[in-house]
């Protein structure tokens, strides 16, 4: 099985189903939905979602400032896992090699933190948007897991592969 194939460090002797979805089109439309969604959050949290949050009262704008920075760290990490795994699936890095850039990723189930007594404070769109983002993490944590990925040893490339798609992400939320 070529390196491709593989999962980040995965079995080599057999293709597994998980291996098999990471390489497949319902990996692509993982990634574009994920891709999508980190867009769309920055584009409502740079725009209306900024005017919106200018009205709530004060425990609000605090619900709505600590989700928002979860949101953002949420996305940021779902998008570097998904960069890493379409790295993989398309040669540009190897499983070893996105392992050894794996650490950097921090792939936790969370909630939202905020009171549920101040959700309906919250614009829709953006408690939509919160939503959404914690079904896609879920998503990708369980693909994750399930690929089983193992920390290697290998040492990173000088320059990262990725690191133009990388800060492409992080300038879409403004360096939140």
């Known amino acids: 099985m070529s390196a491709q194939g593989q999962a980040f460090g995965g079995e080599a002797d057999a293709v597994s189903f998980v291996q098999r979805h990471a390489n497949s089109e319902a990996f ?56 890493l795994r379409r790295a993989v699936n398309e040669g540009e890095l190897t499983p070893q090699q996105a392992l050894s850039e794996r650490h950097r990723v921090r792939l936790t189930k969370q909630e939202l933190s905020c009171d549920t007594a101040l959700l309906p404070e919250l614009p829709t769109p953006f408690v939509e948007l919160a939503e959404r983002s914690l079904r896609l993490q879920a998503r990708v944590i369980h693909l994750d897991r399930s690929l089983g990925e193992r920390p290697v040893s290998a040492a990173a490339p000088a320059t990262h592969p990725l690191a133009a798609q990388l800060a492409r992400v992080a300038a879409a939320f403004g360096g939140r």
């Open 28 to 83: 692509k439309a993982l990634f574009r939905e994920g891709m999508t969604l980190v867009e769309e959050a920055a584009s409502y949290l740079d725009g209306p979602g900024r005017t919106a949050s200018k009205a709530l009262r004060r425990p609000a704008a605090l619900a709505y400032a600590t989700e928002s920075m979860r949101m953002t760290t949420r996305l940021m990490q779902v998008a570097s896992w998904l960069l």
